[in-house]
């Protein structure tokens, strides 16, 4: 899809990658940007650098994806569409039901919308969880759908249906399954946030980081930044009813991220390990590389931040909006 002239809807625009999804297409060409966002997760501050670009708006009738009719209106109005709303994984745990409302009809909500107003093209935001526990290391997009947790089960239904209104009204849509996302504008401070910020929060109070079990489960840590580009990529490629892993195909273990942190932010404090809880070690997902070739392929997409890399800029940020996060 050529973005030149187009007018593209991000649906969660005000969130964490959502905000990265609207500064990287400001970037380019396009006649406008419309942000959807309830922000329930999403923040003012996020866009607020964005929307002094003209082209930039946030859709004033609302931002919910189940309000059915203000969602439509937003569509229709545009050619595009990136949706990265979802409620996340320990959200998710906690809330089932309403996960259900947010993460599975309220896709079904967008992708009904995008098919009545003939959009051109739609990216959806699955997820990594839809995996489980690796099987095999890196994981392929081939691997099987080991996932037992509800922010999975959500993200595996809402490809389901991407493929389904693919076959039956031939909507043109690709995937993303994230890898671990991180960086400036994720939530720092809330009960549902990431491994990294808590990581951060503990050493800037001078607090011990606490690691659960040994610190050998590994993952793919990918920064939001290169997430949003590979967004804007997917909206320009020609795949079609595919999905793609974002991330670096790069493994990090809890334990090399806690000491890079560490030697980061220059502190000398000692990391506690506590056993993990019987809940814990039954769900605890050990390990979730991600083999990067495919989204390389057919996208175009490599990592561009190392984790180094990354994480200074993470850093750098949070001491640039010290208690405004």
């Known amino acids: 899809m050529q973005l030149t002239g187009k007018r593209i809807l991000v649906i969660g625009g005000a969130g964490f990658i959502g905000s990265h999804v609207v500064e990287e297409l400001l970037a380019t060409d396009v006649a406008s940007v419309v942000i959807y966002d309830n922000f329930a997760r999403g923040k003012k501050s ?16 609302g931002g919910d994806i189940r309000d059915v009719d203000v ?22 745990k906690d809330f089932p039901r309403t996960a259900f409302n947010v993460n599975i009809e309220g896709t079904f909500n967008v992708l009904e919308a995008c098919v009545r107003n003939n959009i051109e093209r739609l990216v959806y935001s699955s997820s990594a969880s839809v995996y489980g526990d690796a099987s095999q290391v890196p994981m ?7 996932n037992r947790n509800f922010y999975g089960a959500t993200k595996i239904a809402g490809e389901a249906m991407c493929r389904a209104y693919h076959d039956r009204y031939n909507l043109s849509y690709v995937g993303l399954r994230y890898m671990n996302v991180y960086g400036p504008h994720q939530d720092q401070t809330a009960a549902y946030t990431g491994v990294i910020p808590i990581m951060l929060n503990k050493i800037d109070a001078n607090e011990a ?15 939001a930044k290169d997430v949003a580009r590979c967004n804007v990529l997917a909206l320009q490629s020609e795949a079609v009813d595919e999905f793609y892993n974002v991330g670096t195909g ?6 090399e991220l806690c000491d890079l942190i560490l030697e980061l932010k220059q502190s000398d404090i000692t990391v506690t390990y506590k056993p993990y809880s019987a809940d814990d070690a039954r769900r ?12 390389a ?12 890399e990354g994480l200074l800029d993470l850093i750098a940020w949070r001491e640039a909006n010290k208690g405004q996060y």
Not at 140 to 146: L, R, W, Y
């Open 71 to 92: 969602l439509d209106a937003a569509v229709r109005e545009s050619d595009a569409v990136i949706h990265l709303a979802a409620m996340w994984l320990l959200h998710c």
């Open 250 to 255: 790069v493994q990090t273990s809890i334990g």
């Open 284 to 295: 605890m997902v050990q390990n979730r590389i991600g083999c990067p070739e495919k989204a």
């Open 46 to 61: 996020n866009i607020e650098h964005l929307l002094a670009d003209p082209r930039c708006s946030i859709f004033a009738a």
């Open 209 to 223: 980081p606490v690691i659960n079990g040994d610190g050998s489960q590994a993952y793919d840590f990918v920064s």
């Open 140 to 146: 392929t997009e081939e691997h099987p759908f080991n």
């Open 297 to 308: 392929r057919d996208l175009g997409f490599r990592f561009s931040d190392g984790l180094r």
